[in-house]
C-alpha cells in the first residue's frame, strides 16, 4: 500500500534514446510534482500538476514534457536522452496546490551512457 | 529567488546530540520542512514547522526556528548509526503554488 510509488525504479539508456517514468499516488491528493535530483544531491523542483492542469514548468528542456492522465498518475517522458539527464527523478503529492506537505515517491535513477 | 542553505557534513558519535542547521532566505514562506534521505532511498518528511511557532518537538527530534535571523535547525537526541543520512531543508515559496525550495543537504554520519 505504498503511498507514492515510481516505476521504473532504475533505468539505464544509451543517450539519443526516448523514455518514461511513471508515478502514481494513491493518497487522494489533487497535486503532484516531479523533481529533479543531481549527482551532488541537489534537489530542483521540475513540473507540478494540479487536478491534471500544469500549474508549475521550471526552466526546463522542452525534451521533458509531463503528462497527467488523472489527477492520481504522472507520467514524465523524455525525449534524445543527453548524458546531463542522468539523475534520480523524484515524484511527489500533496493535498493541493497550496501550503501543504508532500509527499515523496522512491525516486528513479536514470543513467544515460 | 529564494534560498536556502546548509551545512554539507555532520559527524557526531553515538549517543551524542546533533544538530543541523539551515538558513533561508523567504521571510513570507509558511512552512519550513526537514526531509530525510537514506543512502539509495527516497525522501522522508520527518518533520515540519509552521512559521508563526519557535519550536517544535517531536520524540528525539527538536525544530528551533529563529524569525529574525531567517535561521531554522534540527536536533536529534541520542543520535544512533541509522540516523546516518541526508537532511535536507527545504521551505515553500512564497506568493505561488507549492513549490518546495531545497537546501544542498547535510550529510550526516554517526560513528561508534
Known amino acids: 500500500d505504498t503511498a507514492v510509488s515510481q516505476t521504473p525504479k532504475y533505468l539505464v539508456t544509451q543517450m539519443g534514446n526516448d523514455k518514461s517514468i511513471k508515478c502514481e499516488q494513491n493518497l487522494g491528493h489533487d497535486t503532484m510534482y516531479w523533481y529533479k535530483q543531481d549527482s551532488k544531491k541537489f534537489l530542483k523542483i521540475m513540473f507540478s500538476y494540479n487536478n491534471k492542469e500544469l500549474i508549475i514548468n521550471e526552466t526546463v528542456p522542452n525534451r521533458f514534457s509531463p503528462k497527467s492522465p488523472d489527477k492520481a498518475h504522472l507520467n514524465l517522458h523524455i525525449n534524445s536522452l543527453e548524458l546531463g539527464d542522468s539523475a534520480v527523478y523524484f515524484c511527489?503529492?500533496?493535498?493541493?496546490?497550496?501550503?501543504?506537505?508532500?509527499?515523496f515517491g522512491p525516486g528513479t535513477r536514470l543513467l544515460v551512457l | 529567488g529564494e534560498d536556502v542553505e546548509q551545512s554539507l557534513f555532520l559527524s557526531v558519535r553515538e549517543g551524542d546530540s546533533s544538530v543541523i542547521n539551515c538558513t533561508y532566505t523567504d521571510s513570507s514562506s509558511t512552512y519550513l520542512y526537514w526531509y530525510k534521505q537514506e543512502p539509495g532511498a527516497g525522501l522522508q518528511l520527518l518533520t515540519y514547522?509552521?512559521?508563526?511557532?519557535d519550536m517544535k518537538q517531536d520524540q528525539r527530534l527538536t525544530v528551533l526556528l529563529n524569525k529574525k535571523d531567517k535561521h531554522l535547525s534540527l536536533r536529534i537526541a541520542d543520535t544512533q548509526t541509522g540516523d546516518s543520512a541526508i537532511y535536507f531543508c527545504a521551505e515553500t515559496e512564497s506568493g505561488g503554488y507549492n513549490k518546495l525550495i531545497f537546501g544542498a543537504g547535510t550529510r550526516l554520519a554517526v560513528h561508534p
Open positions: 511527489a503529492s500533496s493535498l493541493n496546490d497550496r501550503i501543504e506537505t508532500q509527499y
Open positions: 514547522i509552521f512559521s508563526n511557532m
